[in-house]
């Protein structure tokens, strides 16, 4: 199921953009440790899957804004049942991961 697949950054740069329009600069300020290249690749990646929209201002400077199109604003709410899941889950989950890893542990000890 191709839904914004396994980009790092995807869900971050939609809440970024879930205010209204951002500038590329703009988007860099939250998220911290991103790179310029990173950030591009992501925006383009989300504009060819259609959640995110480029505009081009014919100005001097030039100016770029990136906005969350219908579809992308449609994610939104999924977004935020993931979320309170993953909050409700959190321990379950922790827990999970945690016996995985003394088990893998517990193999390579053998």
Known sequence: MPVL???KWTWKLMRCLEGGPRRFSELR?????ITAKVLAETLRAM???GVVTRTDYDENPPRVEYALTPLGQSLLGPMDAVCAWSREHLAVLLEAREAFEREEQEERDE
């Open 5 to 7: 697949g396994g980009r």
């Open 29 to 33: 300020v939250p998220l911290v440790g």
């Open 47 to 49: 504009e060819h899957d």
